[in-house]
Each structure stands twice: as structure tokens, then as C-alpha cells.
């Protein structure tokens, strides 16, 4: 069956940075595309970022565009969110998703969270 397995998060200094991982199987990753979304405190999720399978190139949203890097191993069946210079708003329970035969499929989340 499809599993998404996040690691990393926790507490970060605001301009401080972080990375979640999230390990993939059950389904073909190579020919997926796989997106972070995130869940801040009281709000809707959101898409935070988009790594298409290759030769696509990731996309982000605005509030995190030139901050975040989301990448993937193909070889390892794994993407990454890579977050630098964290803002308090960046707070949230991150996401890994992947959309497989019609199917959304979600990691378990990760809580991060910034604070002076």
C-alpha cells in the first residue's frame, strides 16, 4: 500500500531553517509528482510546493518563494523541504502528498514551529 513517512521538524528560530523528509512506497515515485502542503493553527491547509517528476522543475507559493526548496531522490523514493530563513507564519503542520490512481495520499505530518 502507498506510505509516506515524514521525519524532521520541530522548533526553529525565526531566519533559522529546517528540513522535512518524507520517505515514499506503494506506488511508482519516479513518474510522480509529489507536494507539501502545510496547516497553519486554526487555518485551512495549503499548498506550500510542488516537485514534479523529472524533467519538470518545482513550483512554490508565493509566501515561500525564494525561501523553500523542495527536491526529491529518485533513487531513495524521497522529497525534501529544505526551509530557510523561517518566519513565525511559517508555523504549521507540514504535509507530504501525493495524488496515485485518483487516490490523495498523505504523510502523517510534521509540526513546525517558530519562535523567538
Known amino acids: 500500500q502507498v506510505q509516506l513517512v515524514q521525519v524532521g521538524g520541530g522548533l526553529a528560530q525565526p531566519g533559522g531553517s529546517m528540513r522535512v523528509s518524507c520517505a515514499t512506497s506503494?506506488?511508482?515515485?519516479?513518474?510522480?509528482?509529489m507536494k507539501w502542503y502545510r496547516e497553519p493553527p486554526g487555518k485551512e491547509r495549503e499548498w506550500v510546493a510542488t516537485?514534479?517528476?523529472?524533467?519538470?522543475?518545482?513550483n512554490y507559493a508565493e509566501s515561500v518563494k525564494g525561501r523553500f526548496i523542495a527536491s526529491r531522490d529518485d533513487a531513495r523514493n524521497t522529497v525534501y523541504l529544505q526551509m530557510d530563513s523561517l518566519k513565525p507564519e511559517d508555523s504549521a503542520v507540514y504535509y507530504c502528498?501525493?495524488?496515485?490512481?485518483?487516490?490523495?495520499?498523505w504523510g502523517q505530518g510534521t509540526q513546525v514551529t517558530v519562535v523567538s
Open positions: 502528498n501525493v495524488l496515485w490512481t485518483g487516490a490523495d495520499y
Open positions: 516537485t514534479p517528476h523529472s524533467p519538470g522543475v518545482a
Open positions: 506503494g506506488f511508482t515515485f519516479i513518474n510522480s509528482t
